[in-house]
């Protein structure tokens, strides 16, 4: 049987090595934010999300904290907070389960099958049970709006005009300009 931190270290090390994008918190494996990609062939297909994962100390017989950062329009997910209501992390976890169940299953299903009986958000919850069309249209504002990939992928561009900015070689401040201190 592995430890807890053992277990911790290969859950997040195989998410790393996986398709999605990771950035860890405070150079530590216990928090981190995961690029997730909506489902192919749903409302949400071609929306990026940044999901904000925390592990507990007793990470994996103690599920993760699991929150959209950037806004999503679902029954299950509070608009505000990001919080995810979803059984099988919040009551039902297993520590068979690992983070790729996560993100290639339970998310994925929560989004292609929302259950708007039990809403974090009533207003999504109450559209999609009133006026289904009007809330696929809503779910699609909202991932034009906050969920496109060109928010969180640098362009080449981008990451090249960083680089010039920091190794120009020009420096921008002087002693001169600091008052009290002297040439030598």
């Known amino acids: 049987m592995t430890s807890p931190s053992k277990r911790r270290e290969m859950d997040v090390m195989k998410l ?8 860890t918190v405070n150079d530590g494996l216990s928090e981190f934010n995961v ?8 409302i949400y297909e071609g929306g990026v999300w940044k999901v904000h994962v ?16 950037n806004k999503i329009f679902h029954p299950n997910v509070d608009e505000l907070s990001g919080s995810v209501c979803l059984d099988v992390i919040n009551q039902s976890w297993s520590p068979m389960f ?4 996560i993100f290639e299953v339970f998310l994925p299903q929560l989004l292609l099958y929302p259950n708007p009986s039990d809403p974090l958000n009533g207003d999504a919850a109450s559209l999609m049970m009133k006026d ?7 779910v699609k ?26 190794s120009d070689g020009h420096c ?13």
């Open 172 to 184: 921008t401040s002087s002693d001169d300009e600091i008052p009290g201190l002297e040439d030598p």
């Open 54 to 69: 925390e592990l507990p100390d007793a990470y994996p017989y103690k599920s993760p904290s699991i929150g959209f950062v």
């Open 132 to 138: 289904k069309t009007q809330y696929e249209q809503k």
């Open 98 to 101: 690992d983070l790729l169940n």
């Open 16 to 23: 790393m090595m996986s398709d999605y994008s990771v950035e």
């Open 141 to 166: 504002e909202y991932c034009e709006r906050y969920a496109k990939a060109e928010n969180f992928v640098k362009s080449k561009e981008d990451e090249e005009s960083e680089e010039e900015d920091i």
């Open 35 to 42: 690029l997730f990609h909506g489902p192919k062939e749903s």
